[in-house]
């Protein structure tokens, strides 16, 4: 007790201080946290202090760390990386006087100057040993190098994080049903589980029906659960399973689920709701980008999205302008990746390309309060045209059980009343229409089409990552 | 003075304290660090404590070593009456003991110092033994701690007389280390690491082995107390005898029964009514090999078929491992089969 007392005084020094992490100490510390939950059952009073963003209530103080923390950032991105050495020499602008007030000053970077020239954001002072490509669907992958200092330190803190917030245990088994080459996210979660000591299945995106199979065989290992408990997985491929279960015949007595995770994609109040109807389990809505990794957001039970700001500077910017968008519009969430959690792909006000609303600023009154929020990620903002978010149409897609999943639209016409193209079996027609009206939904006209190549434009989805398998669902 | 009152009301503080410390333990929780609990290394650490500080104590004055205990006693005081009243009045209880403590000292009301004395000795020797079974300390710990202390005091104590210039010391001092009821040079008195490992067996005994292993526990200690005082009383005992060289090997003797008895250990959630581990594979092989024997008898599938088994019986079968459970499912089954192809 005296030493992981000793090794949490250090753990709260590094995050005061924003120094470099200790990777072994932190291991031990995720080592001695599962020694106390085996023994004691639960972490003791003010466990949920040693999170990140958390133990610090003093507004001043949280602004005086993110302060440094950015200015660190920035710093070391100036002076290690071709691109921002060269973006302030040419623009004028002294790296060492940008701080939180300052920010305005330095241009925010898009997400097609990372596609288009990676080496430029890589660190000369780093050790990259990974190279993650983004599993988007806009057609070019952006590429992303993570040092093993960055990848221990992901996977330690999703131990720590696994074992506060999510309830992980020894016992439990979690699959992944996301893209085989998702390299990082499946890296870090595959650590952080083995430290937990929990069982892990790497399933990625095979036919719905050999999941569900997989979700449903008992496993019969010493000390676990007899099913597997936890699954991660996208909104769209997360449709695709509850569309074959609904289909097939599968009940929540069948599986041993405890908890769904999903992210990447926008998850609607609706499919949550049919997912509990199959599964019977909640479903968490986690926000993560390859780019940005370790830095993650959680949608809370008021459905705020709320951001790691002990990892990164968050601000909501106009889609247009590095300007910040008003409270209640639209704008894309932008990021700077702190300097302790990033050392070799370094990004300064990175435009992610999700677009959120800004928030009033005033107490969230939700279980994740102290962190920073945004509303919930309502679309991209390179399919933005201004009219109904991508959030709106699904919302009221998923709510009619007809419209297969994952939902396929497409928008065309006018950009702010569009005329809305809809995967859907004919005779629902009418449903959707009440949905929409009852949900405001600004269209112009909606037509269904059978096929989704029948669709003005492609709509691609995650669930499309499709791996081929030998093995076959005879279900 | 060595009467029979004086050790008859000894022995009645202390079985109190160790009464009191059972019951304490098991209806009030200590507040604990979020993450840790005790160790092997805390036991070592506490060990080398044990053995540097009293060369320590005779070091420094008398009344900076007081002070220090104050200090120490004021800690342990808020720590076991917070549960019990709150807070800020625990620490305004903890403020007004010490302070009484230390004017009566200082007015020379040398019984009421005594008694006071007494009372905190016994809050903390509750407060320390209870913080310490309830972070996960050990029955095995707690023998190799009080092995540990048996050698320490055979020295200390019994050998040496490094015990004996520190009763003298402190005597007369407020805060000493001491359940005394008696003042003077040769006290009728327990020193404080006796009382605690007087408590502290018992306690863990009853987290690790149960209520019986607990009791035979407190009633070993203080019959041994008894057995000391009577070989005080005739004279085959010396006072300032190593209390501790009897106790700790009786602890240890005591933890090798229970633990040859028992096994492992209970876990201290379990013990403060925590839910039962959620899953058991106990039996998992021997389960798993009564099952393939009785997959053997279903030679009428058509091969390649997934078959769920139970024990003894054959309950649903499928095309994959998957649809065989839905089927087992749907005939009723609740349980866990185990499922192999043919």
């Given amino acids: 007790m005296l030493a992981t007392a000793a090794r949490q005084l250090r753990y709260v020094a590094t995050v005061l201080r924003g120094g470099r992490f200790d990777v072994d100490a932190l291991r031990k510390m995720v080592t001695d946290l599962r020694q106390t939950l085996d023994e004691l059952g639960e972490p003791g009073d003010g466990a949920d202090e040693m999170l990140p963003g958390s133990g610090v209530d003093d507004p001043e103080i949280r602004r005086a760390m993110a302060d440094r923390r950015l200015r660190q950032a920035i710093r070391q991105a100036a002076e290690h990386t071709a691109y921002y050495r060269l973006w302030f020499e040419e623009h004028g ?265 800004r928030l009033p600023d005033e107490p969230y009154g939700c279980e994740l309060a102290q962190l920073p929020a945004t509303s919930p990620i309502v679309g991209r903002a390179k399919h933005f045209t201004g009219g109904p978010t991508a959030r709106d149409i699904l919302e009221v897609l998923q709510g009619v059980r007809e419209v297969p999943l994952p939902t396929r639209y497409a928008l065309s016409g006018d950009p702010l009343k569009p005329d809305l193209h809809v995967v859907a079996p004919e005779g629902v027609l009418g449903r959707i229409e009440d949905l929409a009206t009852a949900r405001s939904l600004q269209v112009a006209d909606i037509v269904l089409v059978d096929e989704a190549r029948d669709l003005p434009e492609p709509c691609r989805v995650r669930a499309d990552l499709y791996e081929h398998s030998f093995e076959t669902s005879r279900s | 003075m060595f009467t029979l009152q004086n050790f008859a009301l000894l022995d009645l503080l202390i079985a109190l304290t160790v009464v009191l410390g059972l019951g304490y333990a098991h209806r009030f929780r200590l507040p604990r660090p979020p993450v840790g609990r005790s160790t092997a290394s805390d036991v070592l650490i506490m060990s080398c404590l044990v053995v540097v500080m009293p060369i320590t104590y005779l070091a420094m004055p008398a009344p900076a070593v007081s002070a220090v205990f104050g200090v120490m006693i004021f800690v342990s005081l808020q720590l076991a009456l917070g549960p ?29 110092v005594l008694v006071l004395n007494s009372a905190l000795i016994m809050i903390v020797v509750i407060g320390v033994t209870t913080l310490w079974t309830q972070t996960g300390m050990t029955a095995g710990h707690v023998a190799a701690f009080a092995a540990t202390l048996a050698v320490y005091d055979l020295f200390a104590t019994g050998l040496g007389d490094m015990t004996d210039r520190f009763l003298a010391q402190v005597e007369g001092y407020p805060f000493a280390p001491l359940l005394a009821v008696t003042t003077g040079a040769v006290p009728v008195a327990a020193g404080l690491g006796d009382c605690l490992m007087l408590a502290l067996w018992p306690m863990v005994a009853t987290k690790a082995y149960g209520r019986t292993a607990g009791w035979v526990g407190a009633a070993c200690g203080i019959g041994l107390i008894i057995l000391v005082q009577v070989g005080f009383a005739t004279g085959v005992l010396r006072s300032g005898m190593a209390f501790l060289t009897v106790l700790g090997p009786a602890i240890l003797v005591q933890y090798l029964v229970w633990r040859g008895i028992h096994g492992a250990e209970r876990r201290t959630s379990r013990w403060l009514g925590g839910p039962a581990p959620v899953v058991d594979t106990s039996g998992r092989v021997d389960r798993l090999s009564a099952a393939l024997r009785t997959a053997r008898t279903a030679t009428d599938r058509p091969a390649d078929t997934w078959v769920a088994v139970d024990d003894d019986a054959v309950i649903a079968q499928g095309p994959t491992p998957g649809t065989a459970l839905r089927a087992a499912r749907r005939a009723g089954y609740q349980g866990v089969p185990f499922i192999r192809q043919l």
């Fill in chain 1, 93 to 357: 602008v002294d790296p060492a006087r940008i701080g939180l007030d300052q920010l305005h000053q330095v241009a925010s970077t898009p997400k097609s100057a990372l596609r288009g020239a990676g080496p430029a954001f890589i660190s000369d002072r780093s050790e990259p040993v990974l190279m993650a490509q983004t599993t988007g669907t806009t057609g070019t992958p952006t590429v992303v190098w993570f040092s093993r200092y960055e990848l221990e330190l992901s996977a330690v803190l999703s131990a720590i994080s696994y074992l506060m917030v999510g309830g992980v245990r020894e016992h439990h088994v979690s699959m992944s049903c996301v893209s085989s080459r998702a390299t990082v996210g499946l890296i870090s979660v595959q650590r952080a589980l083995g430290l937990v000591g929990a069982g892990f299945v790497a399933q990625g995106l095979v036919d719905p029906g050999i999941a569900l199979d997989r979700l449903a065989t008992p496993l019969h290992l010493p000390g676990k659960a007899p099913h597997i408990t936890d699954l991660y997985t996208v909104p769209s491929y997360l449709g695709a399973l509850v569309q074959r279960a609904e289909q097939d015949g599968w009940q929540a007595g069948d599986f041993g689920l405890r908890q769904i995770l999903t992210g990447a994609e926008i998850l609607t109040d609706a499919l949550r709701e049919r997912v509990r109807e199959v599964f019977d389990v909640p479903v968490s809505d986690v926000y993560g980008m390859t780019e940005l990794v370790p830095t993650t957001g959680l949608v809370c039970a008021r459905q705020h999205l709320h951001l790691a700001s002990e990892q990164a500077h968050f601000e909501v910017l106009d889609r247009a302008a590095d300007t910040p968008a008003a409270v209640g519009e639209i704008g894309e969430l932008v990021a700077t990746p702190y300097a302790p959690y990033r050392d070799t792909t370094l990004l300064v006000r990175y435009r992610t390309g999700d677009l959120v609303r």
């Fill in chain 2, 84 to 112: 019990l009243v709150g807070g800020r009045p625990a620490t305004a209880a903890a403020v007004l003991l010490v302070a009484a403590t230390a004017g009566a000292a200082i007015a020379g009301y040398g019984t009421l």
